[in-house]
């Protein structure tokens, strides 16, 4: 399905395409963790529940200057292979001289559990600190065990979110790749004919007109000829480039063929398609293109036609309608614009 992105004019790598929604933050995962430590602390009555995560293991800080005493002591610790727990920091050989526990502010309880990634590495702990001493038993240790594979889960969740937003950003980037010529950075033909169906459908809906610019550069085989394709590449990007600085955001330019440019103008009248088309036609003819130190002098022919003159006409029927102005100009003497005349009866 081609998708019309919501920048008509000029497609850039800011326009926004639909689906496009955000995934899961840091701040996400940071309020994900808070919840977890309140969960921690109400459940095992606790001053405080910390999880932390080692350097690297995930997008969540391994410290910040704002930590808590406790958050701070955990910090200082080892993230262990296994469960620890430490009924009474004061009697445990490790323990008992550590700054927080001989000093301020006094922790006397510890329980730790290491938080493992999809590969089983340790990547962290969920902590339980206290300043009273206290039992940790079997289904406490169970209970722990299970906070601990909550938060694992949480974080496998955060991954996939990581992965769905590489996706997205990859599909955003095919989809645009699908939408836009390669070479003049504009809308390609499917884009550009898609932009008209859904332009058409809406201006009727809402009463208003439609009109379309069918644009060709003259003589273009020739500089080909004379210079080489890739100086008719260059020179197709500029024209491309001069087409689209007279378009406003709602309005369309698309690549229609080879050297065949297709302007869609939602609202516009065929005098308002007239003064746009004319508005390119300056745009190429009054400044020429340089190929080294030879000078060439560019210049457009235009066709357009707008549902004001063929009311009832199919979106294919006025760009053929606008191609046979297109055409009337080319035969008139080319670098001018000429507007489809409704067939007299
Ligand atoms: N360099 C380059 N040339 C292209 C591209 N696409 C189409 N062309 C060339 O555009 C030229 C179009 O030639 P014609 O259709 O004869 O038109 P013209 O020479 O512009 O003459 P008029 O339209 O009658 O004024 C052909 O030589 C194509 O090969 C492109 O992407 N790059």
């Not at 939408?179 to 201006?203: F, H, Q, S, T």
Request: aromatic residues 4%; charged residues 25%.
């Amino acid at each position: 399905m081609i998708i019309a992105p919501e920048r008509r004019s000029e497609p850039t790598s800011t326009d926004k395409l639909p689906g496009e929604e955000g995934c899961a933050s840091r701040e996400q995962l940071e309020q994900q963790m808070a919840r977890i430590g309140r969960i921690g602390r109400q459940l095992f009555e606790v001053a405080d529940c910390v999880v932390q995560f080692k350097d690297g293991c995930c997008e969540f800080p391994a410290a910040t200057a704002t930590q808590s005493k406790a958050e701070a002591f955990c910090a200082s610790l080892p993230v262990p292979e296994g469960a620890v727990v430490v009924p009474d920091a004061r009697r445990d050989a490790h323990l008992a001289a550590h700054p927080a526990v001989a000093g301020a502010p006094g922790i006397r309880f510890y329980a730790t559990q290491p938080l493992r990634g999809q590969g089983q590495e340790v990547i962290g702990s969920v902590s339980l600190v206290d300043s009273a001493p206290r039992a940790f038993g079997q289904d406490a240790r169970r209970l722990l065990l299970d906070l601990a594979a909550l938060v694992e889960r949480e974080l496998q969740l955060q991954s996939m979110s990581v992965l769905q937003i590489a996706l997205q950003k990859k599909n955003k980037s095919l989809r645009r790749r699908s939408l836009v010529d390669p070479l003049l950075k504009i809308w390609n033909r499917a884009a550009i004919m898609r932009i008209l169906g859904i332009e058409a459908d809406r201006c009727d809906k809402q009463g208003m007109p439609l009109a379309l610019v069918v644009i060709d550069l003259d003589f273009f085989k020739k500089i080909n000829d004379s210079h080489g394709h890739p100086a008719g590449d260059a020179v197709l990007v500029s024209v491309a480039s001069r087409l689209r600085s007279c378009i406003g955001p709602q309005e369309a330019l698309g690549r229609y063929g080879g050297e065949e440019f297709l302007v869609v103008l939602p609202g516009a009248c065929h005098e308002t398609a007239l003064a746009v088309a004319e508005r390119m036609r300056q745009a190429v003819a009054a400044q020429p293109e340089f190929i080294g130190a030879t000078m060439l002098k560019l210049s457009i022919s235009a066709g357009i036609a707008s549902t004001v003159q063929f009311p009832s006409a199919s979106t294919e029927e006025l760009i053929s309608r606008a191609d046979v102005a297109l055409y009337a100009a080319k035969d008139a003497g080319r670098n001018c614009v000429l507007q489809a005349m409704p067939r007299r009866a």
